[in-house]
């Protein structure tokens, strides 16, 4: 029998002692605290049960150790502890693709890759893995693997919305327009789609069209999108963008003021604001906007267009 101490936290100032009794009461302890996101005790529980001799625990206490870490620990530490699971246990599922999901995390994209294509043959109907691999795949531009991937995905949940605009952008993304307008009208005709749904299809049509600039079947698509979400921050400064390159200046800037009402932090609808500012002439306002658009991490969420818009501004005015 293995006896451990463990001092609990103090209640009402007096300090409670738990005591248990065997490495089951201190797996279903740890289990516990992992449930509730309390890392600090799941990395010292599963420290024990690793120096104990029961090796039917120690698969899962690697794992939670391992997830615990990304909390708690720095890089090198949550990799080293997949590392020392996957060394005991290589072929663990669940250590592989969390390992792949850690990489991701820490910008090791061409390993992830790697070992996410490897998890993927081993289990090709795994969704969560194929979502990873279309993270990644988007991330090296590789647009047509993308395409692939997001059916391999349909195949499984016909009607999912955000791998169906996943796809729709990849194409987008290829210069492919006509094929990511098809993409996204035919999801129009699925049943059972909510007002969360059809916001996002519409909105996704009407970027398209904007890319176009084909402007008043973006706005038109826009509305639409409005018209099942009211509150939508993104649909507004869009479409006041629209507005702004048919030449109506004023609606546009309400459109965009509104959404920055609604939501003050919103990188993008500053960084549209600042366009129209700069059609408009006002360089002032659109330095600002620019200024607040990356301030508020316009830069890291999106690209770089922030910047080439301020090194514009900046050349013209030399």
Known sequence: MFNYNYAGTKQGGKETTIIM???????????EQFEIGNFGRVLKNANIILKSDREDLHCRAFFVKAIALLSE?????VLQAFDDGLSRFPDDYALRSSKARALLNIGEFDIARTELRNLHESNPKDIDILSNLIYTEEIFKNYDEVIRLADLI????????STIVVKGEAYEK?????K?????????????????????????????????EKFEEAIDHYKTALIHNSEDTYTYHSI?????????IEKAVKLINHAIKLDPRNSYAYKNRAIVQIMENNTEEAIQDLKTAKMLNYVYDYD?????????IQEKDA
């Open 21 to 31: 009794k065997s490495l089951d009461d201190i797996n279903q302890y740890l289990e």
């Open 73 to 77: 620990g720095t890089d090198e530490e």
């Open 304 to 312: 770089d267009h922030v910047d080439l818009l301020l090194q514009e």
């Open 174 to 178: 290829s210069g492919n327009y006509e």
């Open 154 to 161: 349909l195949a499984e949940e016909a009607n999912s919305i």
């Open 240 to 248: 006041g963008l629209a507005f702004a390159k048919t030449g109506e």
């Open 180 to 212: 990511a307008l098809q993409t996204y009208e035919d999801a129009t005709s699925i049943e059972e789609l909510d007002d969360q749904d059809l916001n996002q299809i519409h909105h996704c049509i009407g970027n398209t069209y904007c890319v176009l």
